[in-house]
């Protein structure tokens, strides 16, 4: 799902950029499905997470870093139920491992060394309804995942009942994670619903105090 080679990044289309005056930072927003990666010390990465995972993944030594945002899509309710995290042949495992992959081969591409690379994990909220399950497979996959690939994990912070919004220097590796507040829930699991919906046609065919740093 990557596009263009912009300015040193690796990008495609589900993300936002803006400046932050206050940061004196560019912050690019990844949006559900997308990635990021960045060797600039005046970029920050962010998104907002429901029951999708994002990780934060960065060589320390080449302050090369970047971020995914990606839910696994369930064919039926069936499936959802059923599916296991090392059933690699499923169509869950395969989109989440190509989400996985797309971002550790961007990083390495941009001269990050995978013996080097660290990881961060976010996400995996258990939200109402049907998303409840999703968060808890998402989150087993990502930590199979990593335990199979051999990274390193740092920092943490899965499942809960809380949606979060992340912040991620790519520069540096520091992250910071807040709770997203009750009334800011539906528009995010809205947004998620309808990530969710494009997968299945696919497969088919806060204050600062509020801030913790990880």
Known sequence: MI?????GH?????????????????????????????????????????????????????????????????????????????EVVSTASRYGSYAMEMLLNSLIAR??????????????????????????????????FIRQEGLDVVAQDLGGLEPRKVMFDPYSGKAWLKRIPFAEVHKLQAQEEKYAHQLDRESHQPHDDDVELF
């Open 3 to 7: 596009g263009t080679m912009d300015r």
């Open 10 to 86: 690796y990008e495609n289309q589900h993300f936002n950029r803006f400046y932050h005056p206050t940061k004196e930072k560019h912050i690019v927003k990844v949006l559900p499905g997308g990635l990021y990666c960045s060797c600039k010390p005046d970029e920050l990465i962010a998104t907002g997470l429901g029951s999708c995972v994002a990780a934060c993944v960065w060589d320390e030594q080449s302050h090369i870093g970047g971020m995914n945002h990606f839910l696994l899509p369930f064919d039926s309710s069936s499936q959802l139920k059923s599916w296991k995290p090392e």
């Open 111 to 144: 001269g990050a060394k995978r013996t080097q690379l660290k990881v961060k994990l976010f996400g995996g909220a258990q939200m109402m309804g049907h998303h409840s399950l999703i968060g808890e497979k998402n989150v087993a996959f990502i930590l199979n």
